[in-house]
């Protein structure tokens, strides 16, 4: 009989843990978050076991099991905010860090003002990552030669066929086919660009990109992307 009265209560502990979970959570628990669940349920039937076999006091053995039910519910309640929390950390670092966008929106993304009040882009380019400076005044993607070097591209063997007409004067460009760039939740495969000839202390990213956007924004020291 005590026996059965422990599996009953710690079968009832584990009901409780996963439906507190199940209605805390934001939005219920998806099918992967059951799966991911496995290795806990696993562990509480070896608990159940091993707490059936014991012989602590029935009273004891709640109050213990009520601790675990308040952690359980807590961690389980806080995976399942996971979302929540990495966009908490995206706006943080975009406040701090101003080339790290936060997306505000689906398909929306916001830039914060550098300390020059320019605006910065952190790019993934071919799956590097590549700091850009946004210039409305530029045609197209222009890589410096440091940052073609990172992307495995040797500007010494690339035919500088274009002309560009900059703050310094006359510079040639290289014409490049980037196979993938991604910011953000933005995602483009065989993106032109080109290696700037000369000493370009930055990437830019210039408008042949900025044209796929459905809508550039600056408000302040804030710059909104959105596709």
Do not use: C
């Not at 997306?103 to 020059?116: I, N």
Request: hydrophobic share 45%.
């Amino acid at each position: 009989m005590r026996s059965r009265l422990r599996l009953l209560l710690i079968g009832g502990i584990a009901v409780g843990v996963i439906g507190a979970a199940a209605s805390l959570s934001y939005g219920g628990l998806s099918d992967w978050d059951v799966a991911y669940a496995l290795p806990l349920l696993l562990w509480l039937v070896l608990m159940t076991s091993r707490l059936a076999a014991s012989s602590q006091p029935l009273g004891q053995m709640a109050r213990n099991l009520s601790i675990f039910l308040v952690l359980g519910v807590v961690l389980v309640t806080a995976y399942s905010f996971r979302d929540d929390f990495v966009r908490m950390r995206d706006r943080a670092l975009g406040a701090f860090v101003p080339g790290h966008g936060t997306e505000v929106a689906p398909g929306m993304m916001k830039f914060q003002a550098d300390d020059s009040g320019q605006f910065v882009v952190d790019a993934k380019v071919n799956g590097i990552g590549v700091h850009f400076l946004v210039d409305t005044g530029a045609s197209g993607i222009a890589l410096s030669r440091r940052d073609a070097s990172r992307l495995d591209i040797d500007p010494k063997t690339l035919i500088y066929s274009q002309r560009f007409s900059t703050a310094n004067g006359m510079t040639g460009g290289a014409p490049v086919t980037l196979d993938s760039i991604e910011i953000g939740p933005f995602s483009d495969s065989k993106v032109p660009a080109f290696v700037n000839e000369g000493d370009l202390d930055q990437s830019l990213l210039g408008m042949s990109y900025l044209k796929t956007l459905g809508r550039i924004e600056i408000r302040g020291d804030t710059l909104i992307l959105e596709r």
